[in-house]
Each structure stands twice: as structure tokens, then as C-alpha cells.
């Protein structure tokens, strides 16, 4: 019997939670999906992995047994798999990077090159995710590298390195209201309709709808976006507002859209993630050096300037895992016009 990989990880997911809707927010699927997913499981199998109830789901006899070999059976897979990619990568001399939207600023082209300065040769092959995946590529195996926006669900899995932080503006309709001030307060913007990512984006789209730092204001949601062309369209037409990095003015200008400073929200930051494992690639830690070689100085924002070689080597322990950052949530998928709290 052949059984999709697919199935079974959401199998594991499910089993770990014990609970549907946070299950769907970690495989950034929604919930119907996830849903369906399971019953297509039990149907190949031809047993009952779980007992639902209002409360959460409970493992059965056999999805307790399922659950037992499963993860191992998964993590074998995972590692076949990157081994497979990273060779064939390191074969071709391509090193495979994601990131989500802007990536790492204007610092990103200077990584790429002070990359190839330590790998004469290699060449980065950059690919840009929707927001529907944080990771850029890293949870699927199709990314060596990512340079992605902190925080994120699944983090807690990579070795991530903080390379920037920078304020949250706030991009608005070009005829807002709010559209003739420096600097917009937050509370400002609390009875807003915003843009937001999918829902699937599990709480990095809470984090990009700053929730938790709402007052207890409830958010309500009037689009909803997968990529930056969709939401800067919604912004655009009126459907609502939205918190974004500072970069995004010098990234996504549009005359019917602008952008402002917004006071009262915490700051946002881009790092470099890679898979956590006891074997990292070569060319993986030569691209976090790389990275890390140009991260800004504190106390200026400017990134050093490089040894006339190029290669000058960091701190070895910059290279270890970072903290984690604090939970939050992000904005959602095709343009739909919704009233509904984000909450719902």
C-alpha cells in the first residue's frame, strides 16, 4: 500500500496538537483541508486514528500505534530527501535560497556577492514564496538557505540568525484620511479595516495584524492577500490598511498607495534560517558567513565594508542558534472582501 507522505505528516501534526485548528495553522492548510486530509488517511488504512469531540481529537488504539512510527518514519524521509537536493545542488554548484517578499533589503545582493567571493563557481538560485509559506521554501526541503521576516510559525526548527531590524510603517490608500500625517499612532488605526495574509499563515499573520498589541481592539479583516501584488491592489482600492516593513516604501512604491512611519507598534527583522542538522553543507555555512559578514552595525545601521579579500570570518559563535522570537500571525490570499473579525 503506498501512502502519501502528505497524509501522514498531517497525521503526526494532528496526533501532536490534539486539536484541528492549531494542526491546520502549523501545516499553514486550512482546517476543511486538514480535515479531509485525515479522513482520506483513515480511508486508505481502513482504520479510525481518531475520536472527535467539541474539545479536540483523541488518538484511537491504532492512531496511538500509528503515532509511535510515523515521526521516525517522516524524519528519514526528510533527510533522504534534503540529501538528495543538496547533492544534486552541490553537484550543479547552485545553492538554493528563499525568501519572502523584499528577502533581506538591499542587503541581498551584497550576500550573493560576498557568497561568490567565498565560492568562485557557485552560483545563488534566489526563489520568492507567497505568503502562504513563511518558511520560503525551508519545511518542504526546496530551499538550502532562506532569508525570511521574523517571526514565523516553525521556527523553533531552523538555526536562524538576525541580519536586520527595522521599524513597522503603516501603507494606506493614497486619498486616507491618515495620508497627510508624519507619524501615524497605532491607535490610529484600530477601528481600520486591514489587509491581511491567509489564514493558513497560522499567527505570523496575527503578528503582521499586530494583535497582541491592540489592547484588546478587535481587528477586522478587509481582504485578504497571498503575495505583495494582491495586497498592494487591495490597499490600493480602499478594501483596508496594513502594517509593513519600513523597506516596502523603497520596494513597492505606487502613487496610489503610500506609506508612513507608525508609532506604538514593535519593530519587525529579517534573518537568515537554514535547516537545523548535524551535518550542514559547506556552501550553507559559507552563505550564513556571508550573510552575517555584511549584518549592520549596531550602532550605525551601516553594514562594515569588506576586507579588500573579501572574506573576513565572523564570530564562530554568531553561528549557533538564535533566540526565538515572540509568537505572532500574518495576512492572507487571493483579494476577497470579508467583514469578519480576524478572530473568527
Avoid at 487571493?334 to 467583514?339: F, H, I, K, N, T
Wanted: charged content about 25%; overall charge neutral.
Amino acid at each position: 500500500m503506498d501512502v502519501d507522505t502528505r497524509l501522514l505528516r498531517s497525521f503526526a501534526v494532528v496526533a501532536d496538537e490534539g486539536h484541528l485548528t492549531r494542526a491546520a495553522e502549523r501545516l499553514f492548510i486550512s482546517q476543511p483541508a486538514l480535515t479531509k486530509q485525515i479522513k482520506q488517511l483513515e480511508a486508505l488504512l481502513g482504520v479510525t486514528l481518531f475520536t472527535r469531540s467539541r474539545t479536540g481529537m483523541t488518538l484511537t488504539e491504532a492512531g496511538t500505534a500509528l503515532a509511535g512510527s510515523v515521526p521516525a518514519v517522516l524524519d528519514s524521509w526528510d533527510v533522504a530527501l534534503r540529501t538528495a537536493k543538496s547533492a544534486a545542488g552541490r553537484a550543479d554548484r547552485v545553492l538554493r535560497v528563499g525568501f519572502v517578499a523584499s528577502g533581506a533589503n538591499e542587503l541581498t545582493q551584497r550576500i550573493i556577492a560576498a557568497f561568490a567571493r567565498r565560492r568562485p563557481g557557485w552560483r545563488v538560485q534566489l526563489h520568492q514564496t507567497s505568503w502562504d509559506d513563511p518558511t520560503a521554501g525551508l519545511a518542504s526541503g526546496d530551499a538550502d538557505a532562506a532569508l525570511l521576516r521574523l517571526p514565523f510559525p516553525g521556527e523553533e526548527a531552523l538555526d536562524i540568525e538576525v541580519l536586520i531590524t527595522e521599524d513597522r510603517w503603516v501603507a494606506l490608500p493614497a486619498g486616507h484620511r491618515l495620508a497627510g500625517q508624519e507619524v501615524i499612532p497605532f491607535a490610529d488605526l484600530f477601528e481600520e479595516p486591514f489587509v491581511a495574509t491567509p489564514e493558513a499563515s497560522g499567527w505570523w499573520r496575527d503578528y503582521w495584524l499586530a494583535s497582541d498589541e491592540r489592547g484588546g481592539h478587535p481587528v477586522t479583516v478587509g481582504a485578504v492577500a497571498h503575495n505583495p501584488d494582491e495586497w498592494l491592489n487591495a490597499i490600493a482600492n480602499g478594501y483596508g490598511v496594513s502594517l509593513t516593513p519600513q523597506a516596502t516604501a523603497r520596494f513597492y512604491q505606487r502613487p496610489d498607495v503610500v506609506y508612513r512611519p507608525v508609532s506604538g507598534v514593535s519593530p519587525s527583522r529579517v534573518g537568515v534560517a537554514r535547516p537545523r542538522t548535524p551535518d550542514v553543507p559547506a556552501a550553507v555555512r559559507d552563505f550564513v558567513r556571508s550573510c552575517l559578514e555584511l549584518r549592520p552595525v549596531p550602532e550605525t545601521g551601516e553594514p562594515p565594508v569588506p576586507d579588500p579579500g573579501g572574506c573576513r570570518e565572523p564570530d564562530p559563535s554568531r553561528l549557533g542558534p538564535s533566540p526565538q522570537a515572540s509568537r505572532a500571525r500574518a495576512p492572507s490570499s487571493s483579494v476577497m472582501r470579508s467583514g469578519a473579525t480576524a478572530r473568527e
